[in-house]
């Protein structure tokens, strides 16, 4: 039996990357593209949803790696990006979700973060993550069947959580570094960036000094570094995901007292499915 649709027209339209659209639309067909045709003929719509969102996110996390020094836009990105992929899991776009959608929803974020993690983009694993992790999604008490359990596992045993800030990922990207193919997460290594930097502050004022600190700070500088001149003359763009605002998907319009804020839409919205 066929799976059901993998995504709602708002979600491929925020997953869209639009360098390709743009520059691919008039050019004549390769081998590859007619290998991809006949392999898209034979494959589920879910499937090639999946393996398209996962390139299209691949390729935006080449460009938000290089904004690596664009320090007040990192923090605004990820926030977007979270609370779109909160909202998309809760409705689709137009309007909320039954309990069974989410769940199903849910399933199909666990996959794009396990595909994620597997082909070595960490940016785009952990923000599916962190948002799987929001209380809005977390409040409805869905229960995840044993494929999900299993991703979930993999997921934490890889990346540790939020009490940890993460420090796993924090030492394979220290320790991948010079990988090409390797990309860390912008928003956990910006995180360490900023504490380490409060932590630097804190022990000058009271005149003293921290060599372990030191030598963490320089390894995360230096990897700041790296992947940024990797990745500054990146052709890709940012997938809408990480640049529109929430709070303009049309379900915002189906509820009788507007929402203010964004913590009030997500709460709302997570209301509503039933």
Partial sequence: MPRKRALSDTGIALFTQAYFLENDANKPPTVGCLRT???KLFTSDYD????????NMRSSTSKVLSMLYSIKKIPEIHNNAISNLVAL?????????????VKYN??????????????NDHQ?????????????????????NKSMKKTL???EEKYGDFKSMHA???CDMIRYKHDIDYLPSTMVLHMHLSKNR??????????????NLGVVNYQLHELQSIKYHEHKKTDYELCPIYERDPMELNVIENFPNKPKTMNEFLFTLSCNVK
């Avoid at 090639?48 to 390139?55: N, V």
């Avoid at 849910?106 to 082909?119: C, P, Q, V």
């Avoid at 785009?124 to 209380?135: D, G, P, R, V, Y």
């Fill in 124 to 144: 785009t694993a952990l923000i599916i993550k962190a948002a799987l992790s929001n209380f809005h999604i977390t409040r409805l008490k869905i229960k995840p």
């Fill in 37 to 39: 045709l006949v392999h």
């Fill in 153 to 155: 596992i993999s997921l």
């Fill in 48 to 55: 090639i949803k999946l393996d398209d969102t996962t390139k």
């Fill in 198 to 211: 409060a932590y630097e502050n804190a022990y000058r004022s009271f005149g003293k000094k921290s060599s």
């Fill in 168 to 170: 796993k990922h924090i």
């Fill in 89 to 101: 899991i809760l409705s689709n776009g137009e309007k909320a979700l039954t309990k069974h959608q």
């Fill in 106 to 119: 849910i399933g199909f974020y666990l996959n794009l973060a396990k595909k994620a993690m597997e082909t």
